[in-house]
C-alpha cells in the first residue's frame, strides 16, 4: 500500500497532466474546480489517469453522486437537505463537507472536491 505522501505524489502528478497546473498550484487544500479550473470533461482525464496511475477502477457515482444531487428527495429549492447531507456523508466518507454544510446549494457542490478528498479517496480505494 502507498504512503500518504507517495499518494498525494501521484495524485498531483494525474493533475497537473490533466488541467495544466503547475505543481504549486495542487496543494492538499486546493479545490479541484475553484481553485485547480476543473471543469467537468476535466474529470473524465483526471479520473482516467487515475485508475491507471493505481490500478484502480473508480465508479462515477463515487466521486460525483448526481443521483443525490438530482433527486427531490434530498433536495428542495436548490439546496441538499439534512436528509440529503446525511446521504452525501455515507456516499462521500472521504470528503470533508462541513463547509458545504455551512451553506448546502446544490450548484455550490462541484466546488466542493479538494485534492486532499481525492487523495482520501484514492487511499480507501487502493488499501
Same mark, same amino acid.
Given at each position: %500500500?502507498?504512503?500518504?505522501?507517495?499518494?498525494?505524489? @501521484?495524485? @498531483?502528478?494525474?493533475?497537473?497532466?490533466?488541467?495544466g497546473v503547475d505543481d504549486d498550484?495542487?496543494?492538499?487544500?486546493?479545490? +479541484?474546480v475553484g481553485d485547480l479550473g476543473a471543469e467537468s470533461i476535466?474529470? +473524465?482525464?483526471?479520473?482516467? @489517469? &487515475?485508475? #491507471?496511475?493505481?490500478?484502480?477502477?473508480?465508479? =462515477?457515482?463515487?466521486?460525483?453522486?448526481?443521483?443525490? +444531487?438530482?433527486?427531490?428527495?434530498?433536495?428542495?429549492?436548490? =439546496? $441538499?437537505?439534512? $436528509?440529503? &447531507?446525511? #446521504?452525501? @456523508?455515507? =456516499? %462521500?466518507?472521504?470528503?470533508?463537507?462541513? #463547509?458545504?454544510?455551512?451553506?448546502? &446549494?446544490?450548484?455550490?457542490?462541484?466546488? &466542493?472536491?479538494? $485534492?486532499?478528498?481525492?487523495?482520501?479517496?484514492?487511499?480507501? #480505494? $487502493?488499501?
Amino acid at each position: %500500500m502507498p504512503s500518504n505522501e507517495e499518494v498525494f505524489e @501521484k495524485v @498531483k502528478e494525474a493533475l497537473m497532466d490533466a488541467l495544466g497546473v503547475d505543481d504549486d498550484e495542487v496543494t492538499p487544500e486546493a479545490t +479541484l474546480v475553484g481553485d485547480l479550473g476543473a471543469e467537468s470533461i476535466d474529470f +473524465l482525464d483526471i479520473v482516467f @489517469k &487515475l485508475e #491507471k496511475a493505481f490500478d484502480i477502477t473508480i465508479p =462515477r457515482d463515487d466521486l460525483f453522486p448526481d443521483d443525490v +444531487l438530482t433527486n427531490a428527495e434530498y433536495v428542495q429549492e436548490g =439546496r $441538499v437537505t439534512e $436528509v440529503g &447531507l446525511t #446521504k452525501l @456523508k455515507e =456516499r %462521500m466518507p472521504f470528503a470533508d463537507l462541513t #463547509k458545504f454544510e455551512e451553506n448546502p &446549494l446544490v450548484q455550490d457542490f462541484g466546488n &466542493l472536491l479538494t $485534492v486532499q478528498d481525492l487523495c482520501n479517496y484514492v487511499s480507501t #480505494k $487502493v488499501a
